[in-house]
């Protein structure tokens, strides 16, 4: 198909089941994603609170508005722009916004291809699910990096190959049998899940179905992206780094590096561990996809244009003139020091490290650094670098 067929076909799925099919609510959405919070995202790609918050944000691809509606409300002084190209979809994020208060935001009817026309540069493009379902995601991962600000972050969710090969045989098995009725998507939902429900229990496509996906797959919307979607293009690690690397931009890290740590796979074998230093970081990236497929169903990671300053606390002196203050993404801390992370896991933290987490309750307005903190309570410079690790302080110098 052309880029333009292909554009159709998209836009003609998510006008017949809008995506995400999250339910609208009058009030801002539950929770948080870190990702999509401009301090917690700019701290873990550099290890500190970014300098300004009146920031410009664009959600290339924003579908029915879910992400929109986060990064609205997640980042308070930012300006938030939504493009989809489908406009039944871009209807429903509209109302979901206003329905919200999410009043920040402006949508436009677009593809990830004509973001030039949008005005000005951004200090934060999310593009979550979108690049793998267009024609060419080179030249669409090369439109968003045009409209990046200096310092600016591009937070990126494609998928993978590995871990979805068991939806890539059950796509292949709908279309064919649809033949003739491919593209009349309430068609491919009804043979779809006449197929799972026929085949053996034992069967590996319907294993993985009931064990990783059905419960979202309940909703017809979420079956039709997934299995009859017109668009898709799936990546391994190299393939991965080919759509990066074109982009121009640095590449800033995996959003779960927990799931990238080599430690987890072969940890107990110190060998293999040695051996394992002796390849590059793709290579690394490539063993752990290769020894756990069926973790890397996607990769989500962040991107950056230059001048991105990373910030090294190891230093004592600048450590302790640091200015620290909670993260924005963590939640009940201030009732006990079990509470949830950024990453919205359970988080413990020693009697001491939580005093001094509770000490940088006022911080925004006090501006204490480290040391005058550390003057009035009982914790160590090793707290702070433990709080900070964990990304449950945010330091600014």
Same mark, same amino acid.
């Given at each position: 198909?052309s880029?333009?067929?292909?554009?159709?076909?998209? &836009?003609?799925?998510?006008?017949t089941?809008?995506?995400?099919?999250?339910?609208?609510?009058?009030?801002?959405?539950?929770?948080?994603?870190?990702?999509?919070?401009?301090?917690?995202?700019?701290?873990?790609?550099?290890?500190?609170?970014p300098?300004?918050?009146?920031?410009?944000?664009?959600?290339?691809?924003?579908?029915? @508005? !879910?992400?929109?509606?986060?990064?609205?409300?997640?980042?308070?002084? &930012?300006?938030?722009?939504?493009?989809?190209?489908? &406009?039944?979809?871009l209807?429903?994020?509209?109302?979901?916004?206003?329905? %919200?208060?999410?009043?920040?935001v402006?949508?436009?009817?677009?593809?990830?291809? #004509?973001?030039?026309?949008?005005? @000005?540069?951004?200090?934060?493009?999310?593009?979550?699910?979108?690049?793998?379902?267009?024609?060419?995601?080179i030249r669409?991962?090369?439109?968003?990096?045009?409209?990046?600000?200096?310092?600016?972050?591009?937070?990126?969710?494609?998928?993978?190959?590995?871990g979805?090969?068991?939806?890539?045989?059950? =796509?292949?098995?709908?279309?064919?049998l649809?033949? #003739?009725?491919?593209?009349? $998507?309430?068609?491919?939902?009804?043979?779809?899940? =006449?197929?799972?429900?026929?085949?053996?229990?034992?069967?590996?496509?319907?294993?993985?179905?009931?064990?990783?996906?059905?419960?979202?797959?309940?909703?017809?919307?979420?079956?039709?992206?997934?299995?009859?979607?017109?668009?898709?293009?799936? $990546?391994?690690?190299?393939?991965?780094?080919?759509?990066?690397?074109?982009?121009?931009?640095?590449?800033?890290?995996?959003?779960?590096?927990?799931?990238?740590?080599?430690?987890?796979?072969?940890?107990n074998?110190?060998?293999?561990?040695?051996?394992?230093?002796?390849?590059?970081?793709?290579?690394?990236?490539?063993?752990?996809?290769?020894?756990?497929?069926?973790?890397?169903?996607h990769?989500?990671?962040?991107?950056?244009? %230059?001048?991105? !300053?990373?910030?090294?606390?190891?230093?004592?002196?600048?450590?302790?003139?640091?200015?620290?203050?909670?993260?924005?993404?963590?939640?009940?801390?201030?009732?006990?020091? =079990?509470?949830? #992370? $950024?990453?919205?896991?359970?988080?413990?933290?020693? #009697?001491?490290?939580?005093?001094?987490?509770?000490?940088?309750?006022?911080?925004?307005?006090?501006?204490?650094?480290?040391?005058?903190?550390?003057q009035?309570?009982?914790?160590?410079?090793?707290?702070?670098?433990?709080?900070?690790?964990?990304?449950?302080?945010?330091?600014?110098?």
């Amino acid at each position: 198909m052309s880029d333009l067929q292909v554009s159709e076909a998209v &836009a003609k799925l998510y006008n017949t089941y809008p995506f995400p099919p999250e339910p609208i609510l009058d009030e801002p959405p539950p929770g948080y994603n870190w990702r999509w919070n401009w301090q917690a995202a700019y701290n873990f790609c550099t290890g500190q609170k970014p300098a300004k918050d009146n920031i410009r944000i664009l959600d290339a691809g924003c579908g029915s @508005g !879910v992400s929109t509606e986060y990064l609205v409300h997640l980042n308070p002084e &930012a300006s938030v722009v939504g493009i989809d190209l489908s &406009a039944g979809t871009l209807a429903v994020a509209t109302e979901r916004c206003k329905r %919200s208060g999410a009043n920040r935001v402006e949508f436009h009817h677009l593809s990830l291809f #004509d973001a030039d026309q949008l005005e @000005g540069e951004f200090d934060l493009i999310n593009s979550v699910g979108v690049l793998h379902h267009t024609a060419d995601p080179i030249r669409g991962i090369q439109a968003l990096a045009n409209k990046l600000a200096p310092g600016g972050l591009l937070h990126i969710f494609v998928y993978g190959e590995l871990g979805r090969w068991e939806i890539s045989l059950m =796509q292949k098995a709908i279309a064919l049998l649809q033949g #003739d009725k491919r593209g009349d $998507y309430a068609d491919g939902v009804a043979v779809g899940r =006449q197929i799972f429900a026929n085949l053996p229990e034992t069967n590996s496509l319907r294993r993985r179905e009931q064990d990783r996906w059905a419960w979202e797959n309940q909703q017809d919307a979420c079956f039709a992206d997934m299995y009859v979607h017109p668009q898709e293009i799936d $990546y391994n690690v190299n393939t991965l780094f080919e759509l990066i690397n074109a982009s121009g931009l640095e590449f800033l890290g995996f959003s779960n590096p927990q799931v990238w740590d080599l430690d987890r796979l072969i940890g107990n074998a110190p060998d293999l561990i040695e051996r394992s230093q002796n390849l590059t970081e793709l290579q690394r990236y490539r063993l752990v996809e290769l020894l756990d497929p069926q973790a890397i169903t996607h990769y989500e990671f962040f991107l950056g244009r %230059s001048p991105i !300053v990373k910030q090294d606390w190891r230093d004592d002196q600048i450590l302790l003139a640091a200015i620290p203050e909670p993260s924005p993404c963590i939640y009940s801390w201030r009732e006990s020091p =079990q509470f949830f #992370d $950024y990453n919205y896991q359970i988080a413990k933290i020693s #009697d001491p490290e939580w005093k001094f987490l509770l000490a940088c309750d006022d911080n925004q307005v006090n501006k204490q650094t480290v040391a005058q903190i550390l003057q009035s309570v009982e914790a160590s410079l090793e707290d702070v670098r433990s709080l900070q690790k964990q990304q449950i302080i945010l330091l600014q110098r």
